[in-house]
């Protein structure tokens, strides 16, 4: 498999619950980024990484928010204590830099905050 | 203001119609400019690239006029199959790397 996968596709939780997804990046790729998608909206931008260092957050990364990458490889993004406008489509993409700037997205996970 | 602002549509045109989707960016610094297309419940992709001389990919025309902080695309021909929603994005500058989106414009082509 050559693209980013993401896991789980889905995941309904209840309010104050914390969930955690997990982004696989394509191999070779150095830069991972995360972001967030409500519907009607285009993809809003949370963090990102180069390897395995954090290198920017959104001011809209509350502190329930937070991301690793602790080997450069895959990443996990963990919501604590989950509330109802947590509730989107998050979407992990990887790019190769400085080569290119095209990302590569995965499917997402769709997180629904009941 | 948003920093990338695009007209959502929809835009419903006939197969074969010419359509155009225009962007605005508000910061003036930003160096990288794309545009993506995403189909419903898919993850978004990269359609093109937009350079300042202007380009063109097949049926696709992409233009950049940074002195109005203004973006543009076309679609000539149009087919069933472009049926999408077009993002409108670009890299802020500054040593910022992330892309940033707009909303989207949606366009349904009909036969």
């Known amino acids: 498999d050559t693209g980013v996968s993401q896991d789980p596709r889905h995941k309904i939780t209840k309010r104050g619950q914390n969930v955690t997804f997990r982004c696989d990046p394509i191999?070779?790729?150095?830069?991972l980024y995360w972001y967030r998608q409500t519907l009607g909206q285009g993809p809003e931008f949370l963090t990102y990484?180069?390897?395995?260092?954090?290198?920017?957050k959104s001011r809209l990364l509350s502190d329930r928010f937070s991301a690793e990458r602790p080997k450069g490889s895959f990443s996990t993004l963990e919501i604590q204590r989950t509330e109802q406008g947590d509730s989107a489509m998050y979407l992990c993409?990887?790019?190769?830099?400085?080569?290119?700037?095209?990302?590569?997205f995965g499917s997402g996970t769709q997180l629904s905050v009941l | 203001r948003k920093e990338v602002e695009q007209d959502p549509g929809p835009f419903n045109v006939p197969e074969g119609a010419t359509v155009a989707f225009n962007c605005t960016y508000s910061?003036?610094?930003?160096?990288?400019f794309f545009w993506y297309r995403q189909d419903c419940r898919k993850e978004p992709k990269l359609l093109m690239s937009?350079?300042?001389s202007g380009n063109e990919d097949g049926r696709f025309t992409a233009q950049l006029n940074r002195a109005s902080q203004y973006i543009s695309l076309l679609i000539r021909d149009s087919k069933l199959s472009d049926s999408a929603t077009y993002l409108c994005?670009?890299?802020?500058?500054?040593?910022?790397?992330?892309?940033?989106f707009g909303a989207g414009t949606r366009l349904a082509v009909h036969p």
């Open positions: 993409a990887s790019s190769i830099q400085p080569r290119n700037e095209k990302l590569f």
């Open positions: 191999s070779e790729h150095n830069r």
């Open positions: 990484f180069q390897n395995e260092a954090q290198l920017e």
């Open positions: 910061n003036s610094a930003s160096q990288s």
């Open positions: 937009v350079y300042s």
């Open positions: 994005v670009v890299t802020p500058g500054g040593g910022y790397n992330k892309l940033i």
